[in-house]
């Protein structure tokens, strides 16, 4: 059987469901994966700050670039690479100079970024941020009409009883597809749904399939 390395997209689903309180075969029943993938993905991957799937993927990918497979690069070459984008030179011009590809360096570049680092800021073609309208606010993955956590009742928190189930998305690519989880909160049983677009519409429909399925199989099993 071949092994396929995790996607970003699976990344976000693990960093998700680890929120949600759900153990690593859980997670990897939910994801189609073997435990020890799993099992591997979060402790190699996991900083001081827990697991989170941007800082997972960026791991990953440095980890990559230094296996025995991966092209060597030496210290003193990134050096003087980073000196010259100090100077304000393209990628595409460095790359002609030195034994690496362009593509190589800009991945170097924002690698230094998701990890707190400025050499992006040294690209000569930076796009500006546009404003955004409606007060500034950001709307992106809300649902419309949507309740509030703060409404739900106090004794929920207790997780005595079974029946309440807390619910969440993961984002797909481009903000189009999403997948929708649900996790009873006193069993830690979860469910998941994937819907074309993050609408109120499409997701509702998805909780309420889904929880009719879970309904359906209580009912066949008491």
Known sequence: MTYHHLSREERYQISALLKEGLTQAQIALN???????????????TGFRGYRSKQADHLATVRSEGCRNAPRISAQVWIDLEKQLEKQF?????????????????RHIYADKASGGDLWRHLRCQ????????GGRDRRGQIVDRRP?????????????????????????????????LVERKTGYAVLAKVTQKTSDLVSSAIIRRLKGVAALVKTIT
């Open 149 to 181: 956590i703060s409404e739900r009742p106090a004794y929920i928190e207790k997780r005595r009883q079974v029946g309440h189930w807390e619910g969440d998305t993961i984002i797909g690519a481009n903000h189009k597809q999403a997948i929708v989880s």
């Open 31 to 45: 994801l189609g994966r073997h435990k020890s993938t799993i099992n591997r993905e979060i402790a190699c991957n």
């Open 127 to 134: 796009k500006k941020r546009r404003k955004r309208y409606g």
């Open 90 to 106: 393209s990628p595409e011009r460095i790359a002609a100079s030195i034994n690496i590809s362009h593509e190589t360096i800009y």
